[in-house]
């Protein structure tokens, strides 16, 4: 038998598989993405297809008109058009202008309605005929928690947009589902001390709720946080989403013995029922020796732009707001308020981090087989997206970043100028325990579609 | 007793909304014989009306001013309202008054409308069964909602209630209770007087005048009058405009208290048909009787007071007393017999 002369079997495999590790193929052999690359819409082609699924009509459609903004703008830096946004500022660099794994950002729109069949229908179609490989979009936690149920067996992560229950990454958590936006347990630990400094510990509040998941789970956590300060709380009021004319659960309020009303209404709804009680003079009221005060405690600027005059003064929370002073929030204002001529709100915000997060985790991960995205999104922490320092826990999937406590301003500087942030509570004290609202993420498993 | 007044006043306002809805349907109804389900779409068109009319005086020339910068660092853009500019505080005041002012674009509009409507389409389904009718009134009500939803967008149009009417008015000083012991909206009030008011004027204008004279003579007996030689189908036609008219107001009046959005004479319609039956087909003072009784249960139904017994009976209590008075009264409150039951 003849022997080369300085090779051998043993040789040979070591100096293979050294060559394997320097070109870089080893992590695609080591993943196990690489031999499991059967997953739902895998894109095998030039471009890459997310689903935006927003409320283009119903109670919540002008969050649904930003949130669209959003997403477009979200796509044209992805795909490297534009100033990028916040990919220069955000902490992970592997966003570099050249699509997601090089492929360029495709998407397809539709509207939700509002309605979690609606959202659930609507992304559906997307998974199954329009090729999406992930879903992202809504602005009511109804809808969230419908879509998010249909990724999970789909195998489609699930980036959601504006949802605020505590049930979305609680006791209906999904692994194949993320939230960025903070939640109403996280509002009423931002909102309580402020209240309590405003209006004193003997207060009787009186709530109006929007009979579904996020109406529930807000009313439940500003209760908790309302009467740790000393309140009382009258029984609360459901109202169906999407009233319009509150008037029939208002006008009780007035002869109730509350002298807060607490809206948990967001949307037009919100714009409707604060309106609404302006005009029966609940703001220039008396009740038990005090003045009446009213309380949105999830607000934004879009709703402060058609409450207009009602929101002056109003306490509230939320996500994010555009005149936040960091490098990252700068830069989206700027690059938002060019191309619309406006400022984003912060459903806009939310909904641009979770498509720059999705991509990003995309990749790290190297592949776009969501088991492997789960991971990289799983524990994740980022700085730069407006937030200040973040996490993505992996427990929950749910993001612990700064809870911002709001206020209507009193005089605004220009027709933008409508919340001014009054407080806001650290990373630390919005952080609980995962388990305090249970529910289970389950399986990671890929799906075949 | 504050609080029960107070709800009164509540069921009152809203239940003129949907007498107003009702008396123009009972009106089609009873004079052309058709169901009209494109009758919500009226009363959204009037509201639209409003819009519009805001909408032209409240145009604004912009100017792009290079060097001051808006918030977010780009050329600010400079808007004047031109009705201020043409007619300085005269312009202010139109613009504030522009929900009531709009009665003056809604009433003719909504005559054309509804001229229109009856002659190019509703004509031809006279002598259709009314499931035909039906089917088509619901058809246009979907083509004139898509229609404005194109134009206008799918999001609601706040329009302001006028500065001198905002905010609350102390009803119980006037009725000898304590000084805020009763508050209610000015411009809630004003609805209800409103609504008062069009429901008097459409009562009068039947009774009164001869030409009312004669539609309500077609309405007992439309083949004795055709044989009298009156040309009963162009006074009905013009009973459709004016039943236009009579919903076209109640939209307009109704946009300070919801912003009005496409969908909006949908909502309506379902009730407004419910207060119909309930009033009893094609009778007039039943249509506006229901209207204010149901207004009125549904606004005592919303008190927690009811609700804690009873949660969620605010959203089906109309349409269990519907259910509960088509069953004690087949015909409705106040129906003639032979409607409807051919």
């Not at chain 1, 009213?294 to 402060?304: G, K, T």
């Not at chain 1, 409450?307 to 929370?317: D, F, S």
């Not at chain 2, 407004?272 to 549904?298: D, E, N």
Request: proline content about 5%.
């Amino acid at each position: 038998m003849t022997k080369l002369h300085g090779f051998s079997r043993r040789g040979l495999l070591k100096g293979g598989l050294a060559g394997i590790v320097a070109t870089g193929v080893s992590p695609l052999i080591f993943s196990r993405g690489a031999y499991a690359q059967e997953f739902c819409n895998n894109p095998t082609g030039d471009t890459v297809t997310l689903g935006f699924v927003m409320p283009l009509t119903g109670a919540y459609a002008d969050e649904g008109a930003d949130q669209q903004r959003a997403y477009e703008l979200a796509v044209e830096h992805l795909n490297g058009g534009g100033d990028g946004g916040m990919i220069p500022t955000f902490s992970s660099k592997t966003l570099k202008g050249n699509g997601i794994l090089g492929k360029k950002v495709a998407y397809v729109t539709g509207d939700d309605q509002t309605k979690p069949d609606a959202g659930r229908d609507t992304a559906r179609r997307m998974i199954e005929r329009d090729g999406a490989v992930m879903i992202t979009g809504c602005s009511s936690s109804g809808v969230a928690i419908a879509e998010q149920a249909l990724c999970q067996e789909k195998g489609i992560i699930y980036m959601a947009g504006l949802t605020h229950s505590n049930d979305t990454t609680g006791k209906d958590k999904k692994r194949y589902g993320f939230r960025h936006f903070f939640n109403a347990y996280q509002s009423g630990i931002a909102l309580g001390p402020i209240l309590g400094e405003a209006y004193g510990k003997e207060r009787v509040a009186y709530h109006l709720t929007a009979d579904y998941t996020w109406g529930w789970t807000q009313e439940e956590s500003m209760i908790a946080a309302t009467e740790a300060l000393g309140w009382k709380t009258l029984p609360p009021v459901r109202t169906p989403v999407n009233a319009g004319d509150f008037s029939q659960y208002l006008t009780p309020v007035l002869n109730s013995g509350a002298d807060v009303l607490v809206l948990n209404h967001y949307g037009f709804d919100g714009v409707n029922s604060i309106t609404q009680a302006m005009q029966f003079g609940m703001r220039d009221k008396q009740a038990n020796g005090k003045n009446f005060e009213i309380v949105l405690p999830l607000v934004s600027d879009l709703m402060a732009k058609g409450a207009g005059e009602a929101i002056k003064g109003v306490y509230g929370t939320a996500n994010w707001d555009w005149q936040l002073g960091d490098e990252a929030s700068k830069a989206f204002t700027k690059s938002f308020g060019a191309k619309f001529g406006q400022p984003p709100s912060q459903i806009a915000q939310t909904s641009y981090a979770q498509v720059l997060l999705y991509a990003d985790a995309v990749e790290r991960a190297g592949t776009f087989y969501p088991p492997e995205v789960i991971k990289a999104l799983e524990g994740f922490e980022f700085d730069g997206l407006g937030n200040g320092p973040t996490t993505y826990r992996a427990e929950d999937h749910q993001c612990f970043k700064e809870v911002y406590a709001v206020k209507g301003k009193d005089s605004p500087a220009n027709p933008f100028d409508l919340l001014e942030v009054v407080g806001v509570a650290s990373k630390e004290s919005v952080t609980y325990d995962p388990s305090i609202f249970g529910g289970e993420l389950g399986p990671d498993t890929a799906v075949v579609c | 007793m504050d609080a029960i007044l107070a709800q009164l006043l509540n069921g009152l306002d809203k239940g003129g909304a949907y007498a107003l809805i009702a008396l123009g349907l009972t009106l089609v109804f009873g004079t052309l014989g058709v169901v009209n389900f494109a009758h919500g779409a009226l009363f959204m068109l009037g509201a639209f009306c409003a819009v519009t009319f805001r909408q032209l005086i409240t145009l604004e020339t912009v100017v792009i001013d290079p060097e001051q910068l808006s918030p977010w660092g780009a050329p600010l853009e400079i808007k004047t309202p031109l009705a201020q500019t043409w007619f300085g505080d005269f312009g202010a005041v139109l613009v504030d008054y522009s929900v009531p002012l709009s009665i003056i674009l809604a009433v003719p509009v909504m005559l054309l409308i509804g001229i229109a409507m009856e002659r190019g389409l509703i004509k031809h389904f006279y002598k259709r069964p009314h499931a035909e009718q039906i089917l088509v009134t619901f058809g246009l009500a979907i083509v004139l909602q898509e229609i404005v939803k194109a134009v206008f967008g799918p999001n609601p149009w706040s329009q302001p209630i006028p500065s001198s009417v905002r905010g609350a008015f102390d009803v119980g000083a006037m009725i000898g209770l304590a000084p805020g012991a009763l508050t209610y909206p000015m411009w809630r009030l004003i609805y209800f007087l409103f609504s008062i008011g069009v429901i008097g004027a459409v009562f009068a204008f039947l009774r009164f005048t001869t030409f009312g004279m004669v539609v309500r003579a077609g309405m007992a007996d439309r083949e004795t009058v055709g044989l009298l030689g009156i040309n009963i189908d162009r006074r009905f036609t013009i009973m459709f405009g004016i039943a236009a008219v009579v919903a076209g107001l109640a939209g307009v009046m109704y946009t300070p208290l919801l912003p009005p959005n496409y969908h909006q004479g949908m909502d309506f319609l379902v009730l407004s048909f419910v207060v119909v039956v309930v009033g009893g087909m094609g009778s007039l003072p039943g249509a506006v009787l229901a209207g204010f009784l149901l207004g009125i249960v549904q606004s005592f139904a919303s008190m927690s007071e009811v609700k804690q017994i009873i949660p969620g009976i605010d959203q089906i209590i109309i349409y269990l007393i519907a259910v509960v008075i088509l069953l004690v009264r087949p015909r409705g409150l106040m129906g003639r017999r032979g409607m409807m039951e051919a």
